[in-house]
């Protein structure tokens, strides 16, 4: 018999991975992955994405400029660009292989299909735990270079500092959702040790004694 966690657990994993998607693929197209904003010119922040720079001015107009030249980018926005649509890349593929390894898609219905439908979920539960580590990869080490600069002290403390933008913290939802999806399609795996039922027909042989004659003999009859 089918086990209701199981499936809870599944469906959970599929919602939480979708979520996890979108969050990954926000974050690799927002423009706030850096902010950086001065006293001199307190009217306007300045923004930096993996595409493109903003400048945004308090009254919330926002003009945007993309990168001039690929070779011409840092290498954290390289290495953040590469890894972040590997992540992305990663996660869709891992919720195709998903979809059809549930129980409440009709699917591989012949009698070792199961096996098959927990080897499609082991292995989106793969490709979400690695989507999560490599998406949470870049957002780290950005961060930890904004953290290092930031507290430098042989900058002076008029010269402006990078700090954390929005698209850093959607990045690390992203990448914490994915492992909870990875998690949840486990989980869902360790208790599918069975087939599905199926009915099974017996052919039954029913002998019948031959009836004694009244002499007390069995007669038999051809």
Known sequence: MSNPCSSLLEVLGLIVGVGAWFCSLAATIMPSWKSLSTELLSAESYE???????????????ECREYDSLLGLSHDIMLARIL??????????????????????????WEEGWRVKRGMKITAGILFLIAGIVGLIPVSFMAHDIVKKFFDHSLPEVVPRFEFGDAMFVGWA????HVVAAIL???????????EPRLV???????????????????EYV
């Open 48 to 62: 930096v994405g993996l595409w493109e720079t903003c400048v945004v001015q308090e009254g919330g107009a926002t």
């Open 84 to 109: 972040m649509c590997l992540s992305d890349a990663l996660a869709l593929l891992g919720i195709i292989i998903a979809i059809p390894g549930l129980k409440q898609v009709k699917s591989c219905q």
């Open 174 to 177: 992203a990448g914490f959702l």
């Open 185 to 195: 399609f486990f989980a869902s795996c360790s208790g599918l040790g069975y087939a």
């Open 201 to 219: 027909y017996h052919r039954r042989q029913n002998e019948y004694p031959n009836a004694p004659g009244p002499s007390g003999k069995r007669t």
